[in-house]
C-alpha cells in the first residue's frame, strides 16, 4: 500500500514515517501544501494522510483542489481542530475520515484499514488481500497459493497491491511506474517489464490460475481465466 502523508510538525512527520514504513507501508512524505497538491495530484496513492493547518496551502484546499480534479483517493485529516463543526466541514468538503490531535499510532493504523477496506473492491481482512485463489499478507510480505507461499520483496509486493486494488482493470504503464517506483524516480520502463515477469513467476510457483495479461502499448492487468480476454 503506497501512502502520502502531508504534515509539517516535522517530528511527526519523521515519527509517522518511521512507523508507518516499519509496518510495511511505502510511504513518501512532504511538509507544505503546495506539495502535496502535487503528489497528490499524481493519483498514484492508496490513502493520503492530511494535516489541515499546513504551510503555503491549508490541508482543506489541497483536498478541495483533488476532488475538483477527479482524484478520488481516499483522504484521513489529522488536525489539531476538534470542534464538532471542524470536524462537519472537513468531512462535507470530501475528507473520508477525521483524526484529532493527539492520537495513538494504532488508532491511526485502524482508521488507515478501515478507509482503505470501503474503498477497495478487494477484500480486506486481518491486514491481508484475499482475490480468487491467493492471500497476500503485506505484514509479512507472503503470497498464498494454492500450492504453497513465497515471500515478495518491496518492488514485487508493490506491483501486486496496485493490481489487487484494481482486479480485471488495466493499469497503465505509467502508472505503474508512479505506484511502485514514485513520482520523483528516474526507472527505465524495462525495469517494471522485468517485475512483471518476476511476479508472473511467483503466481506459477504458488499454483495460482490469476495471470498477468499484457495490453499492448497500455498497460497491464491482473485477471483470472474464465473472465478475461486477450487483447
Known amino acids: ?28 512524505s512532504c511538509e ?22 499546513l504551510p503555503d496551502r491549508e490541508g482543506t484546499e489541497v483536498m ?32 473520508d475520515d477525521y483524526l484529532v490531535k493527539p492520537f495513538e499510532f494504532e488508532e491511526l493504523l485502524a482508521r488507515i484499514r478501515c478507509v482503505t477496506r470501503r474503498s477497495s473492491p478487494v477484500s480486506a481482512q486481518s491486514d491481508s488481500f484475499s482475490w ?3 492471500s497476500w499478507s ?17 518492488r514485487e509486493a508493490d506491483l501486486l497491491e496496485s ?4 482486479p480485471e482493470q488495466t493499469i497503465a504503464r505509467e502508472i505503474l511506474l508512479l505506484k511502485v ?13 522485468n517485475y512483471i515477469h518476476f511476479l508472473r513467476r511467483r503466481l506459477k510457483g504458488i499454483g495460482s490460475v490469476l495471470q498477468i495479461k499484457t495490453a ?15 487483447i
Not at 511527526?12 to 512507523?19: D, E, R
Not at 506539495?35 to 495530484?41: R, V
Not at 517506483?181 to 517489464?193: A, I, M, Q, R
Open 32 to 53: 507544505n501544501g503546495e506539495d502535496a497538491l502535487y503528489y497528490g495530484k499524481q493519483n498514484i496513492y492508496d490513502i493520503i494522510l492530511l494535516d489541515r493547518m
Open 1 to 28: 500500500m503506497r501512502i502520502l502523508l502531508a504534515e509539517d510538525d516535522k517530528d511527526l512527520n519523521k515519527a509517522l514515517t518511521w512507523q508507518l514504513t516499519a509496518r510495511g507501508y511505502n510511504l513518501d
Open 181 to 193: 517506483w514514485g513520482p520523483d524516480s528516474e526507472v527505465e520502463n524495462g525495469n517494471l517489464d
Open 64 to 95: 478541495t483542489e483533488l476532488r475538483r480534479l477527479s482524484v478520488h483517493t481516499p483522504i484521513i485529516l489529522i488536525t489539531a481542530l476538534g470542534l464538532l463543526q471542524d470536524k462537519i466541514t472537513g468531512l462535507d468538503l470530501g475528507a
Open 216 to 230: 499492448w502499448g497500455v498497460g497491464y492487468r491482473l485477471t483470472a481465466p474464465l473472465s478475461s480476454k486477450e
Open 163 to 166: 493490481f489487487l486494488h484494481a
Open 138 to 154: 503485506p505484514r509479512e510480505m507472503c503470497l498464498t497459493g494454492p500450492s504453497g507461499d513465497c515471500l515478495l520483496s518491496r
Open 132 to 134: 480468487h485463489d491467493i
